[in-house]
Nanobody, 124 residues
Framework: QVQLVESGGGLVQAGGSLRLSCAASGRTFSSYATGWFRQAPGKEREFVAAIAKSGDTIMYPNSVKGRFTISRDNAKNTVYLQMNSLKPEDTAVYYC?????????????????WGQGTQVTVSS
């Protein structure tokens, strides 16, 4: 089992940047694929990025490709989400997710473990 704690959210102007972190407990973090999702009020949880346990495979939806970068440091049990060129439509609560077997990275119900979320607000 793994516990996830996100940090780094906040208020930023459009065009700005934020870096989110997700710290994981446990010694087997390197056994988990990890991902980021976001959820805006009244909307479904949306896939943002995912990275394989070894870091050799990464996936983004078109909505963030070229602006967001996911990375991980298994030695620090941490996954990051660098967000550049932020837009007001990026405003949401951002959640970190992890799983050992993830049938569909872009599907929220495929992930086993979730953090509590961190708020990102982008002002226009």
């Amino acid at each position: 089992q793994v516990q996830l704690v996100e940090s780094g959210g906040g208020l930023v102007q459009a065009g700005g940047s934020l870096r989110l972190s997700c710290a994981a407990s446990g010694r087997t973090f390197s056994s988990y694929a990890t991902g980021w999702f976001r959820q805006a009020p009244g909307k479904e949880r949306e896939f943002v990025a995912a990275i394989a346990k070894s870091g050799d495979t990464i996936m983004y939806p078109n909505s963030v490709k070229g602006r967001f970068t996911i990375s991980r440091d298994n030695a620090k049990n941490t996954v990051y989400l660098q967000m550049n060129s932020l837009k007001p439509e990026d405003t949401a609560v951002y959640y970190c997710a992890a799983g050992t077997v993830v049938p569909s990275w872009s599907t929220a119900r495929s992930w086993s473990y979730w953090g509590q979320g961190t708020q990102v607000t982008v002002s226009s």
